[in-house]
């Protein structure tokens, strides 16, 4: 019983129609459903901004969305508003089967960090709880999907690998934003990360 399923950010905002869409987000809702049951523990992330959020373009004066500005911590793409606090877009796309979850675990609510990884915020130091919750449990061997590859997943499936968990990411089950390379640079960085690509 140390396997775990990590559903990364299957929220309306990041699915067509939403604030953030993914091309095909919403496509692969049916197959993570049909691999939950393969799973002792699931595990939900839910990215989850305050309003005015320092990722967003429209908190920075004349920013386009998915421009990049440096942060303190690091660079860092502007975004859309997305994914609010309590709205429509930032609860899980309506068929996802989230009664299965053990945990749900929100990330991005610092209103100064972004958080792609679901172990760590953006600054790389501050956790999340994660790894602690995991490893209680004996949770050793993680698979990934959701959304999107190239962010939220790549940044969360490099932390674990890297946190000695071994991990999976199900390709298949997964959609990328894909600006600037960042599919085939994430591809990369994952593989060197010691992750195995699936699907
Ligand atoms: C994500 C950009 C901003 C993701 C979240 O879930 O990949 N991407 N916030
Ligand atoms: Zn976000």
Same mark, same amino acid.
């Given at each position: 019983?140390?396997?775990?399923?990590?559903? /990364?950010? #299957?929220? *309306? %905002?990041?699915?067509?129609?939403?604030? !953030? &869409?993914?091309?095909?987000? $919403?496509?692969?809702?049916?197959?993570? *459903?049909?691999?939950? &049951?393969? @799973?002792?523990?699931?595990? !939900?992330?839910?990215?989850?901004?305050?309003?005015?959020?320092?990722? @967003?373009?429209?908190?920075?004066?004349? &920013?386009?969305? +998915?421009? +990049?500005?440096? +942060?303190? =911590?690091?660079?860092?793409?502007?975004?859309?508003?997305?994914? /609010?606090?309590?709205?429509?877009?930032?609860?899980?796309?309506?068929?996802?089967?989230?009664?299965?979850? %053990?945990?749900?675990?929100?990330?991005? =609510? *610092?209103?100064?960090?972004?958080?792609?990884? &679901?172990?760590?915020?953006?600054?790389?130091?501050?956790?999340?709880?994660?790894?602690? =919750? !995991?490893?209680?449990?004996?949770?050793?061997?993680?698979?990934? #999907?959701?959304?999107?590859?190239?962010?939220?997943?790549? =940044?969360?499936? #490099?932390?674990?690998?890297?946190?000695?968990?071994?991990?999976? #990411?199900?390709? $298949?089950?997964?959609?990328?934003?894909?600006?600037?390379?960042?599919?085939?640079?994430?591809?990369?960085? +994952?593989?060197?990360?010691g992750v195995v690509l699936d699907g």
């Open positions: 019983m140390t396997r775990a399923l990590i559903v /990364i950010d #299957v929220q *309306n %905002d990041f699915c067509p129609g939403g604030a !953030l &869409a993914v091309s095909e987000g $919403d496509q692969i809702v049916p197959g993570i *459903n049909a691999l939950m &049951a393969e @799973f002792p523990a699931v595990i !939900l992330t839910q990215d989850w901004h305050p309003a005015g959020h320092s990722s @967003f373009a429209s908190s920075h004066d004349g &920013a386009a969305p +998915m421009s +990049m500005i440096d +942060m303190p =911590y690091g660079p860092q793409v502007l975004w859309p508003d997305h994914c /609010i606090q309590g709205s429509t877009g930032a609860q899980f796309h309506p068929d996802l089967a989230t009664d299965r979850a %053990d945990l749900i675990i929100r990330k991005g =609510y *610092n209103p100064a960090i972004d958080s792609y990884s &679901a172990f760590f915020e953006n600054d790389h130091t501050t956790p999340t709880g994660l790894t602690g =919750y !995991l490893q209680t449990r004996g949770l050793t061997d993680l698979t990934l #999907v959701g959304l999107a590859t190239d962010f939220c997943v790549n =940044y969360s499936a #490099v932390d674990a690998a890297k946190l000695g968990f071994k991990v999976t #990411v199900r390709e $298949d089950l997964c959609r990328a934003i894909d600006i600037d390379g960042s599919l085939s640079a994430a591809q990369t960085g +994952m593989r060197d990360a």
